[in-house]
T-cell receptor, first 113, second 114 residues
Framework: DQQVKQNSPSLSVQEGRISILNCDYT??????FLWYKKYPAEGPTFLIS?????DKNEDGRFTVFLNKSAKHLSLHIVPSQPGDSAVYFC????????????FGAGTILRVKS | ETGVTQSPTHLIKTRGQQVTLRCSSQ?????VSWYQQALGQGPQFIFQ???????GRGNFPPRFSGLQFPNYSSELNVNALELDDSALYLC?????????????FGPGTRLTVL
């Protein structure tokens, strides 16, 4: 039972353009959502998070949008840079039960220069 | 640099053997979680330790066990290894109670079971 789904295995974007990575979840108990970036041979690195009481959170080039009614969140990267090329994981948890993260399968982002 | 380290980097074992993976958490972090990442998948939660006691477990059998020590280190033990246990094992630590409660991941241990 996949509670967090990233339906696009890969995404290719031109440098300077916007990258949009999508994530869907099924468990309505999830109230905290995170995006992690992972380079080969490294552990996931935290990027940005959003609580279910918000619908948008912004940090520099990264913005996360949450649509609770659709159980959907997205990560926007503007402008995209070649160094953003990595695997991006969406994760979710129910904070009352501790931050035991449920991850999606990841999306490989390639930013072409 | 997350301040979380793991050892060894790579490990090869045969089916039926036992393995111990180690993690050193960021100083001051009272919570450590372990995840298994199979090829082409996202990390899956194995279990979490808070102040040296197990505090939640994912869908993994009892042959997966762990320990957390007062010096911010922890272990993941896997008995009776199976071929499907081949994966990247990730350790993550955080300070429970912080406003963000963000987990910081180590680089992982790549386990191959032959």
């Amino acid at each position: 039972d996949q509670q967090v789904k990233q339906n696009s295995p890969s995404l290719s974007v031109q440098e300077g353009r916007i990258s949009i990575l999508n994530c869907d979840y099924t468990n309505s108990m999830f109230d905290y959502f995170l995006w992690y970036k992972k380079y080969p041979a490294e552990g996931p690195t935290f990027l940005i998070s959003i609580s279910s009481i918000k619908d948008k959170n912004e940090d520099g080039r990264f913005t996360v949008f949450l649509n609770k009614s659709a159980k959907h969140l997205s990560l926007h990267i503007v402008p995209s840079q070649p160094g953003d090329s990595a695997v991006y994981f969406c994760a979710a948890c129910h904070m009352e039960y501790g931050n035991k993260l449920v991850f999606g399968a990841g999306t490989i982002l390639r930013v072409k220069s | 640099e997350t301040g979380v380290t793991q050892s060894p980097t790579h490990l090869i074992k045969t089916r039926g053997q036992q393995v111990t993976l180690r993690c050193s958490s960021q100083s001051g972090h009272n919570t450590v979680s372990w995840y298994q990442q199979a090829l082409g998948q996202g990390p899956q939660f194995i279990f979490q330790y808070y102040r040296e006691e197990e505090n939640g477990r994912g869908n993994f059998p009892p042959r997966f066990s762990g320990l957390q020590f007062p010096n911010y280190s922890s272990e993941l033990n896997v008995n009776a290894l199976e071929l499907d246990d081949s994966a990247l094992y990730l350790c993550a630590s955080n300070w429970r109670g912080a406003s963000k409660d963000t987990q910081y991941f180590g680089p992982g241990t790549r386990l191959t079971v032959l």
